[in-house]
Nanobody, 115 residues
Framework: QVEVVESGGGLVQSGGSARLSCAASGTIAEIYLATWYLQTPGKQREMVASISINGDTNYGDSVKGRFTISTDHAKNTMYLQMNKLTPEDTAVYYC?????????WGQGAQVTVSS
């Protein structure tokens, strides 16, 4: 059985930083693609950043230069380092993993940026 647990986030002041973690437990041998999404009320989830097993990264236009995605394959954990946060970054952030055991979503982590 695979479980994906997110941690991090919370309340951050504008201009500050936060880091989200997404840890997968269970018998996962490989994470092929790891993606962070954000969702605000009434809107669909949108891609924030992704990283492939080869280390290729992709970022949404609104976070380029501010957010960094990374993975620790030994720990089956993905991270999202968020810098220079603004109130517009306030959202629930979800991780999504494509693995050899299937596709999995995290439970979501609230990030609230105060002005």
């Amino acid at each position: 059985q695979v479980e994906v647990v997110e941690s991090g986030g919370g309340l951050v002041q504008s201009g500050g930083s936060a880091r989200l973690s997404c840890a997968a437990s269970g018998t996962i041998a490989e994470i092929y693609l790891a993606t962070w999404y954000l969702q605000t009320p009434g809107k669909q989830r949108e891609m924030v950043a992704s990283i492939s097993i080869n280390g290729d990264t992709n970022y949404g236009d609104s976070v380029k230069g501010r957010f960094t995605i990374s993975t620790d394959h030994a720990k089956n954990t993905m991270y999202l380092q968020m810098n220079k946060l603004t109130p517009e970054d306030t959202a629930v952030y979800y991780c999504h993993l494509v693995t050899d055991r299937g596709n999995f979503w995290g439970q979501g982590a609230q990030v609230t940026v105060s002005s």
